[in-house]
Nanobody
Framework: EVQLVESGGGLVQPGGSLRLSCAAS????????MSWVRQAPGKGLEWVSA????????SYADSVKGRFTISRDNAKNTLYLQMNSLKPEDTAVYYC?????????WGQGTQVTVSS
């Protein structure tokens, strides 16, 4: 059974940092690209970032480019999202998902709230 479990969310002040993690199981993690997607309150899903299976190629939405960094540790079956210089508009539920263009499995999400 494919499982994706996010952690690391919380409340942070504007300008602060958080690191999200996504623990994967039930599939060969190192064979799949992975993505982060978020959903702000009352809004639709927004793709945030993706990384290829080996970790050597990454892509970002313009809204987070230069502030967020996606990475992965294939030995630990874990995906990360380092978020710096956080803004109130980054407040959302953050989901990790398997794939890059087609996302076939999703985690349950972790809440990130940026507020003073």
């Amino acid at each position: 059974e494919v499982q994706l479990v996010e952690s690391g969310g919380g409340l942070v002040q504007p300008g602060g940092s958080l690191r999200l993690s996504c623990a994967a199981s039930g599939f060969t993690f190192s064979s799949y690209a992975m993505s982060w997607v978020r959903q702000a309150p009352g809004k639709g899903l927004e793709w945030v970032s993706a990384i290829n299976s080996g970790g050597g190629s990454t892509s970002y939405a313009d809204s987070v480019k230069g502030r967020f960094t996606i990475s992965r540790d294939n030995a630990k079956n874990t995906l990360y999202l380092q978020m710096n210089s956080l803004k109130p508009e980054d407040t959302a539920v953050y989901y990790c998902a398997r794939g890059s263009r087609y996302l076939d499995y999703w985690g349950q999400g972790t809440q990130v709230t940026v507020s003073s």
